[in-house]
């Protein structure tokens, strides 16, 4: 099913597009600028080299148009659309020159995004059925959070908080810091509400006792922080009803199901934008005498 892309802010793009070439010295490359005549024009197609999802078309749209405004990338499939060895995902047509000096840079971006959507999209498929959605984390690359995370949408997952000021959750080094001080969970709950009340409050918990006691303080959400199976269909049991569930830590696509099928709300996963593998796609010139 193809995804909505009208949440990409232009700007935004065109501000990392314009980074990126300048970190690969696009506007000098000295081979394109001495070997390819600047009025050659020819078109070039991005191909899919592996199967999965496309993510990013309108992030390498923006860096051909921040090389060159004249290039234009004409889109073959919809974004969050699955595709397969060989297939054409879109065409770039305008000056050759501009081409080459954009190529790396928007087929890094590409796979990259691609990567993730096709990793998020593979746990999807796995809890298919099942009412458990898959969220993502922060750990994202640092400047690509925007990016990444639209990747997992278009894989059909959702996102979890947007950054630190966006939404509350209580970790281990939190409480450290918190009984340091004298603290206590009810107490940190109400310091919580009354500093954010449009907020939920969401606490990381590893033990059946500890989600009790975080139950009692009137949390909203549990973090099931790699607990075992059975410790979570009874946090799951003992929760029902008064906050949500979320299970993350180490979930694979191998295990994503049995974890899903525990009854948690949400299941978050690092590794969807930390470690997806690109997805492998080429871009073949075909110039124009």
């Not at 750990?139 to 997992?152: F, I, M, N, Q, S």
Request: aromatic share 2%; charged share 25%.
């Amino acid at each position: 099913m193809a995804k909505q892309t009208d949440d990409l802010d232009d700007a935004h793009l065109k501000r990392i597009a314009l980074a990126a070439l300048e970190e690969d010295g696009a506007f000098d490359d000295v081979t394109t600028g001495t070997l390819v005549p600047p009025d050659l024009t020819g078109k070039a197609v991005l191909l899919a080299k592996q199967a999965g999802v496309i993510a990013g078309l309108p992030v390498a749209a923006a860096v051909f148009r921040a090389v060159d405004a004249s290039l234009t990338l004409r889109p073959l499939v919809e974004e969050g659309s699955r595709v397969q060895p060989g297939d054409v995902i879109a065409e770039v047509e305008g000056p050759v020159h501009a081409i080459l000096r954009g190529e790396r840079v928007a087929l890094n971006l590409l796979q990259r995004l691609s990567g993730v959507a096709t990793a998020t999209a593979r746990l999807v498929d796995a809890v298919d059925g099942l009412p458990a959605v898959i969220l993502d984390t922060r750990k994202t690359t640092p400047g690509l959070r925007a990016l990444e995370r639209y990747a997992v949408r278009m894989g059909g997952g959702q996102n979890h908080r947007w950054n630190l000021a966006t939404g509350i959750l209580v970790k281990d080094n939190h409480w450290r810091a918190v009984e340091a001080a004298g603290g206590d969970a009810a107490s940190a709950v109400r310091q919580l509400r009354e500093k954010a009340p449009e907020l939920r409050v969401e606490v990381e918990v590893t033990s059946v006792d500890e989600a009790r006691q975080a139950l009692d303080a009137g949390v909203d959400a549990l973090l099931l922080d790699n607990m075992g199976l059975e410790e979570t269909r009874l946090v799951v049991q003992m929760t029902r009803g008064r906050a949500t569930t979320e299970a993350s830590g180490g979930i694979t696509e191998a295990t994503v199901r049995a974890v899903a099928e525990t009854g948690v709300d949400f299941i978050s996963v690092g590794a969807l934008t930390h470690s997806a593998p690109a997805l492998d796609i080429s871009l073949e010139l075909k110039p124009q005498p």
